[in-house]
């Protein structure tokens, strides 16, 4: 993990915010800064669809499929939401939603675990860890395009989304989301979660945040008050 060659000194610097990391938001943003990117920028269309003027697809799709996209993608409404469709009106869209987030074992109770990564003060006491707790947390984020009519504006869209998570993947470092990767599924029609007449493919994400939380914010319990009800 990047941010364990950190010493704790530097760790604030590195992660300067409190709480806990926002990735939903953040990849909502950074899709909507990469349609405007794609929108606006007349080189963007062969950047990202190159690949259709290949010899072996050049006569089926080459630069007129390639005009097309864009211009599909250049005027229709393509939401970014937090929650899957409810309806085959809300598509085409690309919707994000927790898949899986749980603290990384290896790294728990960093407090006892760092001498290679923190240095140590007097009484072996991990220098910088008093005042502010860390967690270590894998997440994976499950994002959904989804589109009406045919299944190939859901692989146009796919490609895209793609394009753009590659592009952005040192921002997302730079933001605080460390290692990402992704893996994709094939198209699905037959969906019980989903609306009828979507076409899907889903992109799995995953990688590390680190949650940056001060101590001593939350009132420590100094007693409790166990009260015990006997039976009649």
Do not use: C
Not at 101 to 116: G, I, K, M, P, T
Not at 152 to 164: F, G, N, Q, S
Not at 211 to 230: C, Q, S, T, W, Y
Request: charge should be negative.
């Amino acid at each position: 993990m990047k941010f364990l060659n950190y010493p704790a000194e530097q760790l604030e610097k590195k992660i300067p915010f409190f709480g806990i990391y926002p990735m939903d938001f953040i990849l909502e943003t950074v899709f909507e800064m990469g349609l405007e990117w794609f929108r606006t920028t007349p080189q963007a269309p062969n950047l990202v669809y190159g690949n259709l003027l290949r010899p072996i697809l050049k006569d089926r799709y080459g630069q007129s499929k390639i005009d097309e996209i864009y211009e599909w993608v250049k005027t229709t409404d393509i939401r970014i939401t937090q929650s899957w469709p409810t309806s085959a009106a809300q598509a085409p869209s690309i919707s994000i939603n927790l898949a899986n987030a749980q603290e990384v074992e290896q790294h728990a109770a960093l407090d006892d675990f760092a001498e290679q990564i923190d240095f140590l003060g007097e009484d072996n006491k991990v220098v910088g860890r008093e005042e502010i707790g860390y967690a270590a947390i894998q997440e994976e984020l499950l994002l959904g395009i989804h589109t009406v009519g045919t299944p190939d504006k859901t692989k146009y869209l796919h490609m895209l989304v793609i394009y753009l998570l590659n592009s952005y993947v040192d921002l997302l470092d730079e933001e605080g989301f460390f290692n990402m990767s992704f893996r994709a599924t094939d198209l699905s029609r037959l969906n019980e979660y989903l609306p009828q007449g979507l076409f899907s493919r889903f992109v799995s994400i995953s990688g590390e945040t680190f949650a940056r939380i001060p101590k001593n914010e939350v009132p420590i319990i100094g007693d409790f008050d166990v009260r015990v009800k006997l039976g009649e």
